[in-house]
């Protein structure tokens, strides 16, 4: 080959390379991540969800594509962003909370959206049934009433003598609450527990219903699974302290920072799943058909140091079942 010509064939080789790569790129599945809070918060769970697509053979960059969309805590910021992924035609929307869930499907009805929520679906209205969700959506849940209702008889072990519970709802999330009041007050007539709910969506709400608290003085308080005191979790917690109240909240977040016990669902298993459940999506399973699976790993964590300097005895029998024990 003479060296004008190599060096044609050459050009013409770099030139196409590019071309390939944007070809490629185009052709590569991409998916909406839409979430409410940020990213610094939610890493190990993030990672999750990246482990759940790589066991059904996604993985971003070399086969798969991610238009992540956080909303930094601005949940009025969610139908915006919703409405950006749609635009940009994504494969599949992956929408972690109700208020989430709820605004990707108001953007859109024809794009696949995978949910976490723990709230029933069928009753926010996200889907038509767990087994035949009928429409473009379908994901994974946990029921709030259940884990009320463990959540009670933990509290319940832990201070025994404990008779009266003040459980802390956010009104502006209406059917969580709704869910939450019946699972409450169904587990606590079972316990012969008397119940007080207190509302709060705000944090100057949250530092009224502590002061309502300490005027009440309730044996224990309960916490309900909601983003919002996820997000004020410090303050829940300080505001618990300070009034000596024993408390259970829903996840490790709460007693990594000092709250006395958690039990909730694997926050990062229920990731994987939802990385799985998309990557089955991706492959061309339909979301009307693709039934809502509920997570099945549950954790507890004790915080062992807030319950000595609250005065209280551990039985060794929770210490026993605890899968994490703060010291």
């Known amino acids: 080959m003479k060296r004008r010509e190599f060096i044609t064939l050459l050009?013409?080789?770099?030139?196409?390379?590019?071309?390939?790569a944007r070809a490629q790129q185009a052709a590569m599945p991409v998916i909406g991540f839409l979430h409410g809070a940020s990213p610094v918060a939610w890493a190990d769970q993030l990672?999750?969800?990246h482990r759940g697509l790589k066991e059904t053979g996604y993985v971003e960059g070399e086969n798969v594509a991610i238009e992540y969309r956080w909303a930094d805590n601005q949940i009025d910021q969610l139908p915006a962003l919703a409405a950006e992924l749609v635009r940009r035609q994504v494969s599949v929307i992956?929408?972690?909370?109700?208020?989430?869930?709820?605004?990707?499907?108001?953007a859109t009805t024809t794009i696949p959206i995978v949910f976490y929520v723990g709230v029933d679906p069928v009753e926010l209205g996200l889907v038509a049934s767990l087994a035949r969700p009928g429409g473009n959506l379908t994901g994974i849940n946990f029921f709030v009433t259940?884990?009320?209702?463990?959540?009670?008889?933990?509290?319940?072990?832990?201070?025994?003598?404990?008779?009266?519970?003040?459980?802390?709802?956010?009104p502006a999330n209406p059917v969580n609450v709704g869910s939450t009041v019946r699972g409450v007050e169904t587990a606590a007539r079972a316990m012969g527990l008397q119940i007080q709910v207190f509302?709060?969506?705000?944090?100057?709400?949250?530092?009224?219903?502590?002061?309502?608290?300490?005027?009440?003085?309730?044996?224990?308080?309960?916490?309900?699974?909601?983003?919002?005191?996820?997000?004020?979790r410090v303050q829940?917690?300080?505001?618990?302290?300070?009034?000596?109240?024993?408390?259970?909240?829903?996840g490790s977040r709460y007693t990594d920072i000092g709250g006395l016990m958690s039990y909730s669902t694997s926050v990062t298993d229920a990731y994987r799943r939802v990385g799985a459940h998309t990557g089955q999506i991706l492959k061309g399973a339909k979301p009307a058909d693709l039934p809502v699976v509920q997570s099945t790993k549950f954790e507890m964590v004790i915080n062992a140091q807030t319950a000595r300097i609250l005065g209280l005895d551990v039985p060794p029998t929770l210490l026993a079942r605890a899968d994490e024990v703060i010291e």
């Open 11 to 20: 050009g013409s080789a770099a030139a196409a390379w590019p071309l390939a």
């Open 47 to 49: 990672r999750g969800f």
């Open 94 to 106: 992956v929408a972690f909370a109700s208020a989430v869930a709820l605004a990707a499907k108001a």
């Open 146 to 170: 259940e884990l009320t209702a463990k959540r009670l008889e933990l509290l319940r072990e832990l201070v025994p003598t404990a008779t009266r519970i003040a459980v802390l709802v956010n």
């Open 199 to 232: 509302n709060a969506s705000n944090g100057r709400e949250i530092d009224a219903a502590f002061t309502s608290l300490a005027r009440d003085r309730p044996d224990a308080l309960y916490v309900s699974t909601d983003q919002l005191f996820t997000l004020r």
């Open 236 to 250: 829940l917690v300080q505001l618990a302290a300070r009034l000596a109240v024993p408390a259970i909240y829903s």
